[in-house]
């Protein structure tokens, strides 16, 4: 069920966000996406020992971690502005193989057959999702396909920090770090939001805060096995908003694109966990 909800406010986020893409620019959004979940962040932080969380003597690696963050959403915040919904959905599926394929280049983890074709197979779902040479390349999918690779880096930066640092630490220097990196490319297209658009603006930081409480809670409860699968309702809930918000119309080689990439995931994700191998860490 946490998941089920994971997939829900997901969904009511990027709607929200796309709606506000009209008028605000993408960079200010998610400069104030962060701003948001930093307050609603600081009373967890403070019962859990205010300013000493902070502490750390790996400061780049956080700042890294920030740095990929703060592109990774700031691409598929432009992203959501450019293409529809449902095709941006199943695009974000790609993480968690760019960080398997990550882990084997920067980490050097040993990856077997039956995973690296797990891997080839989940390519190719986007390759079908993105179609290159059969029609004009949609920016606003490669902007997803890149926000993906970004946070596959930020999720082997975090499996690095979780090695000396808390979570609590980790989760207190990447709202003040993505932050402040998106605060850089926001202030180049600054403009105050409406009324309006203010209480939107808190509305999509606190959706951002709930959903990333149920992730937690949902791998906390079952196996990543057990719970992935249900974020496949995603993209049925994406398709859903896209045709009754924005009367977009996911066309067949998405869903089908998307299936193949997301059950390659689940393969990966059971054959990890049947060798003994702690799951990447969502984000």
């Avoid at 796309?18 to 948001?36: N, Y």
């Avoid at 915040?77 to 919904?85: D, I, K, N, W």
């Amino acid at each position: 069920m946490f998941m089920v909800a994971t997939g829900i406010l997901n969904t009511a986020m990027i709607s929200v966000i796309k709606q506000l893409s009209d008028d605000l620019h993408p960079f200010e959004i998610g400069f104030f996406r962060c701003l948001v979940g930093l307050f609603v962040l600081m009373p967890l932080l403070w019962r859990g020992g205010g300013i000493r969380v902070l502490r750390t003597n790996r400061l780049g690696l956080h700042a890294l971690r920030g740095a990929l963050n703060a592109a990774g959403m700031l691409a598929f915040f432009v992203a959501l502005g450019l293409t529809p919904l449902a095709t941006v959905s199943a695009l974000s599926f790609t993480a968690p193989l760019f960080a398997t394929l990550l882990a084997m280049l920067i980490l050097g983890e040993t990856v077997g057959l039956r995973r690296a074709s797990g891997l080839l197979v989940g390519f190719l779902g986007t390759i079908i999702i993105l179609r290159p040479g059969m029609e004009g390349m949609d920016f606003g999918a490669l902007l997803a396909v890149g926000s993906s690779v970004a946070w596959a880096g930020a999720m082997i930066t975090i499996k690095q920090l979780t090695r000396t640092e808390s979570v609590l630490s980790i989760t207190a220097w990447a709202a003040i770090s993505v932050g402040l990196f998106a605060l850089i490319p926001a202030i180049l297209v600054w403009q105050w939001p409406t009324g309006e658009q203010w209480l939107l603006l808190i509305l999509v930081g606190v959706l951002g805060s709930a959903m990333q409480y149920c992730i937690a809670a949902a791998f906390s409860l079952a196996d990543t096995t057990v719970v992935l699968p249900f974020d496949f309702l995603k993209l049925t809930w994406a398709s859903l908003a896209g045709f009754l918000l924005f009367a977009e119309v996911p066309d067949l080689w998405t869903w089908i694109g998307g299936t193949v990439i997301f059950a390659s995931t689940i393969y990966i994700a059971h054959r990890e966990r049947k060798q003994g191998k702690s799951p990447m860490p969502l984000d």
